[in-house]
């Protein structure tokens, strides 16, 4: 069982979210009997959803906050909310005048227009936390359409009983009640149907969901203008909703969401205005949105070649919608040149540059240029470039970053990757020859890197399955030549060095979830080592790394081959985060110690990909029987991660 603790926010929204219920209880019994037990009935039915679901043996979600808490446990205030929102939806379905057969999709599509905005908030929180996140913002896409289909069998049920049930005594009162049970039923065949269809892989999720609810959306819309427009505006069937929205955005703009997701600075309002629209459809009369003659039409219904017409369409966007989406998942072992460009089957991709730069003068310089790609269907695409400079002589650190909402073009056999304001990161190359422009803080890069040995197939080449869930694809380039020029503050220098090229590839969101370190370190002796250890989700461990000779042979290390040390602690100025700084390491019997260059190689980026967004990744020195370099990445250290790791 986990522990509720609520925190000062947390308190805040409950007190209002109680508040809330109790004055719609109030103005239910006096000016809407008729749905006056529909509260009471619905937060028992939303405990009973929520109970089944967080009991289970392995829950699919957990809660970590709550004022009062029920058994599950499950807070009283999630509950509530599932009462005030079913009130304001079949108010709303009413006031609509929806035909009865459409009345459960409307009611689920506005519910479900809530939960599009306020889980992503919500979650940011850590008010409730998935077991797996999913696509949508950390949201598994199974999540939507069990509150689809939650509120909508409820509002069926209660439909039916209360059309076909006595309309006097005390039978409307029970009418919310005897909807439960059937409800649940049908929740759970639903939910269990869908599962299998997802599990069968004949589509995708993503494409299995847009399908769902694009169809049920295609059936409303054209039912729209049916629909009654001329009710007198009513506030307190606006006020849930209204609620659930206007927190969800002061979530966004309130805290560092909007800076750790900028997509949902489009994404919630847009959700937010489709939602408000849907509950303030009804008065739109009122609000100057349409004519009386309008508003009030004659009832009609859909003719069926209009149906059969509507289904047809909703298949064969279906059908196009797939066949669009590329196949997502294994495609064999790497194959090169092919896989160092952009494939679009792996949802999460990297191609990544680390490296050591000396001018002629002796100067040194650390250098990173990353390009991320994410593709979760339509609603997540983008490219996330980092690049970073490190000027030991000056002891300076400089960072930067540019999101793009569109993926990396495709090409043949290469890459051709570029960002920011005129391209001005750009990365251009194949198997063995790249070329890098960076652009950063007073400093520019222009590279050349050739590879003097054959990449370093991890895992054989093969498709590694994490013990937390997903794979990867991983190969390096462990020892690139590189030569080049850099331009201080106008000044140019020529450059000399080595780098290393790390391509990574997968289903990977729960390899991000936590924190890794890795170590990329290159000896004078002309051998590389790669440690590295992950947290991924439970707090499951990965821990490997591989050891390359000078000849160009890699042999895989197992975790238990090599210990690493930390020897200080370095805490930012910026965040306040701790980090390790020095670490003495220890493979095979070899025993060497990296020390940073620099102390201040902390990243604060503004992306919300992985945890952080905050992270060290700098260049460092290595001392020992044999000296060199190396490269050290450590992240989610800002997330309290420190002491969880294998290192």
Same mark, same amino acid.
């Not at 659930?244 to 750790?260: D, E, K, N, W, Y």
């Given at each position: 069982?986990?522990? @509720?603790?609520?925190?000062?926010?947390? *308190?805040?929204?409950?007190?209002?979210?109680?508040?809330?219920?109790?004055?719609?209880? *109030?103005?239910?019994?006096?000016?809407?009997?008729?749905?006056?037990?529909?509260?009471? /009935?619905?937060?028992?039915?939303?405990?009973?959803?929520?109970?089944?679901?967080?009991?289970?043996?392995?829950?699919?979600?957990?809660?970590?906050?709550?004022?009062?808490?029920?058994?599950?446990?499950?807070? @009283?205030?999630?509950?509530?909310?599932?009462?005030?929102?079913? $009130?304001?939806? @079949?108010?709303?379905?009413?006031?609509?005048?929806?035909?009865?057969?459409?009345?459960?999709?409307?009611?689920?599509?506005?519910?479900?227009?809530?939960?599009?905005?306020?889980?992503?908030?919500? !979650?940011?929180?850590?008010?409730?936390?998935? =077991?797996?996140?999913?696509?949508?913002?950390?949201?598994?896409?199974?999540?939507?359409?069990?509150?689809?289909?939650?509120? /909508?069998?409820?509002?069926?049920?209660?439909?039916?009983?209360?059309?076909?049930?006595?309309?006097?005594?005390?039978?409307?009162?029970?009418?919310?009640?005897?909807?439960?049970?059937?409800?649940?039923?049908?929740?759970?065949?639903?939910?269990?149907?869908?599962?299998?269809?997802?599990?069968?892989?004949?589509?995708?999720?993503?494409?299995?969901?847009?399908?769902?609810?694009?169809?049920? #959306?295609?059936?409303?819309?054209?039912?729209?203008?049916?629909?009654?427009?001329?009710?007198?505006?009513?506030?307190?069937?606006?006020? =849930?909703?209204?609620?659930?929205?206007?927190?969800?955005?002061?979530?966004?703009?309130?805290?560092?969401?909007?800076?750790?997701?900028?997509?949902?600075?489009? !994404?919630?309002?847009?959700?937010?205005?489709?939602?408000?629209?849907?509950?303030?459809?009804?008065?739109?009369?009122?609000?100057?949105?349409?004519?009386?003659?309008?508003?009030?039409?004659? &009832?009609?219904?859909?003719?069926?070649?209009?149906?059969? =017409?509507?289904?047809?369409?909703?298949?064969?966007?279906? *059908?196009?919608?797939?066949?669009?989406?590329?196949?997502?998942?294994?495609?064999?072992?790497?194959?090169?040149?092919?896989?160092?460009?952009?494939?679009?089957?792996?949802?999460?991709?990297?191609?990544?540059?680390?490296?050591?730069?000396?001018?002629?003068?002796?100067?040194?310089?650390?250098?990173?240029?990353?390009?991320?790609?994410?593709?979760?269907?339509?609603?997540?695409?983008?490219?996330?470039?980092? !690049?970073?400079?490190?000027?030991?002589?000056?002891?300076?650190?400089?960072?930067?970053? %540019?999101?793009?909402?569109?993926?990396?073009?495709?090409?043949?056999?290469?890459?051709?990757?570029?960002?920011?304001?005129?391209?001005?990161?750009?990365?251009?190359?194949?198997?063995?020859?790249?070329?890098?422009?960076?652009?950063?803080?007073?400093?520019?890069?222009?590279?050349?890197?050739? &590879?003097?040995?054959?990449? *370093?197939?991890?895992?054989?080449?093969?498709?590694?399955?994490?013990?937390?869930?997903?794979?990867? $694809? $991983?190969?390096?380039?462990?020892?690139?030549?590189?030569?080049?020029?850099?331009?201080?503050?106008?000044?140019?220098? %020529?450059?000399?060095?080595?780098?290393?090229?790390?391509?990574?590839?997968?289903?990977?969101?729960?390899?991000?979830?936590?924190?890794?370190?890795?170590?990329?370190?290159?000896?004078?002796?002309?051998?590389?080592?790669?440690?590295?250890?992950?947290?991924?989700?439970?707090?499951?461990?990965?821990?490997?790394?591989?050891?390359?000779?000078?000849?160009?042979?890699?042999?895989?290390?197992?975790?238990?081959?090599?210990?690493?040390?930390? #020897?200080?602690?370095?805490?930012?100025?910026?965040?306040?985060?701790?980090?390790?700084?020095?670490?003495?390491?220890?493979?095979?019997?070899?025993?060497?110690?990296?020390?940073?260059?620099?102390?201040?190689?902390?990243?604060? /980026?503004?992306?919300?990909?992985?945890?952080?967004?905050?992270?060290?990744?700098?260049?460092?020195? !290595?001392?020992?029987?044999?000296?060199?370099? &190396?490269?050290?990445?450590?992240?989610?250290?800002?997330?309290?991660?420190?002491?969880? @790791?294998?290192?």
């Amino acid at each position: 069982m986990h522990s @509720l603790n609520p925190s000062a926010g947390f *308190v805040l929204l409950q007190t209002l979210n109680y508040l809330l219920t109790a004055a719609l209880l *109030v103005h239910a019994w006096r000016k809407q009997r008729a749905l006056f037990w529909v509260i009471p /009935a619905a937060i028992v039915f939303g405990f009973v959803i929520e109970y089944s679901q967080v009991s289970k043996a392995v829950p699919p979600y957990y809660y970590t906050e709550a004022l009062l808490a029920l058994p599950g446990p499950v807070p @009283l205030g999630v509950v509530l909310s599932w009462g005030t929102i079913i $009130y304001a939806v @079949l108010a709303t379905v009413r006031s609509l005048a929806v035909p009865a057969r459409w009345a459960p999709v409307v009611a689920g599509l506005l519910a479900t227009s809530i939960d599009f905005v306020s889980d992503p908030a919500f !979650v940011s929180l850590g008010f409730w936390v998935w =077991a797996e996140p999913g696509a949508w913002f950390g949201i598994p896409w199974t999540n939507y359409v069990g509150w689809f289909v939650i509120v /909508a069998s409820y509002t069926a049920c209660f439909e039916l009983v209360t059309r076909f049930g006595p309309k006097r005594g005390v039978f409307p009162a029970l009418a919310p009640w005897l909807a439960i049970a059937p409800a649940f039923g049908i929740f759970v065949g639903t939910m269990l149907g869908y599962l299998w269809l997802e599990s069968r892989a004949i589509v995708d999720p993503e494409t299995l969901v847009a399908m769902f609810f694009g169809l049920w #959306l295609l059936i409303v819309l054209s039912q729209l203008a049916r629909l009654r427009g001329d009710n007198t505006l009513s506030g307190w069937t606006l006020a =849930a909703p209204l609620f659930l929205f206007c927190a969800s955005l002061a979530i966004l703009f309130g805290t560092p969401l909007h800076r750790h997701a900028p997509e949902l600075v489009l !994404v919630l309002p847009a959700f937010t205005l489709l939602g408000m629209a849907g509950f303030l459809w009804p008065y739109r009369s009122a609000l100057g949105m349409a004519s009386r003659a309008a508003a009030h039409p004659v &009832a009609s219904s859909v003719s069926r070649k209009r149906m059969l =017409a509507m289904l047809f369409v909703g298949a064969v966007a279906g *059908v196009g919608l797939t066949a669009a989406t590329p196949d997502k998942g294994l495609i064999g072992p790497v194959n090169l040149p092919g896989d160092d460009a952009f494939l679009p089957s792996q949802d999460v991709q990297w191609w990544y540059w680390t490296g050591h730069l000396e001018t002629e003068e002796g100067r040194k310089f650390g250098f990173e240029v990353v390009f991320f790609s994410f593709d979760s269907f339509l609603v997540m695409r983008d490219q996330l470039t980092q !690049v970073a400079i490190t000027d030991v002589e000056a002891d300076t650190f400089k960072f930067d970053e %540019h999101l793009a909402f569109h993926l990396p073009q495709r090409t043949s056999k290469r890459f051709d990757l570029k960002a920011g304001p005129g391209d001005i990161i750009r990365a251009v190359g194949d198997s063995q020859f790249d070329r890098l422009h960076s652009e950063v803080g007073g400093y520019v890069l222009d590279l050349e890197l050739e &590879a003097s040995k054959a990449p *370093v197939l991890h895992y054989g080449g093969d498709a590694h399955p994490y013990r937390f869930g997903g794979y990867t $694809y $991983y190969y390096s380039r462990v020892q690139m030549k590189t030569r080049g020029t850099i331009t201080v503050d106008g000044k140019t220098y %020529h450059v000399k060095g080595t780098s290393w090229y790390d391509r990574q590839y997968g289903e990977l969101y729960q390899a991000i979830v936590k924190g890794w370190q890795w170590f990329a370190i290159e000896l004078a002796d002309n051998r590389q080592i790669m440690l590295y250890d992950i947290l991924g989700k439970s707090n499951q461990v990965e821990r490997a790394g591989s050891i390359t000779d000078a000849d160009g042979n890699t042999r895989a290390l197992a975790g238990h081959q090599f210990q690493v040390e930390v #020897l200080g602690k370095w805490k930012s100025p910026h965040t306040g985060c701790i980090y390790p700084s020095g670490w003495r390491v220890i493979v095979e019997g070899e025993t060497f110690e990296v020390q940073p260059m620099v102390r201040d190689q902390e990243l604060r /980026a503004k992306h919300g990909f992985w945890p952080g967004p905050e992270y060290w990744e700098g260049a460092a020195s !290595v001392g020992g029987a044999s000296p060199g370099k &190396a490269y050290v990445e450590l992240n989610g250290f800002c997330r309290g991660v420190e002491g969880t @790791l294998a290192f």
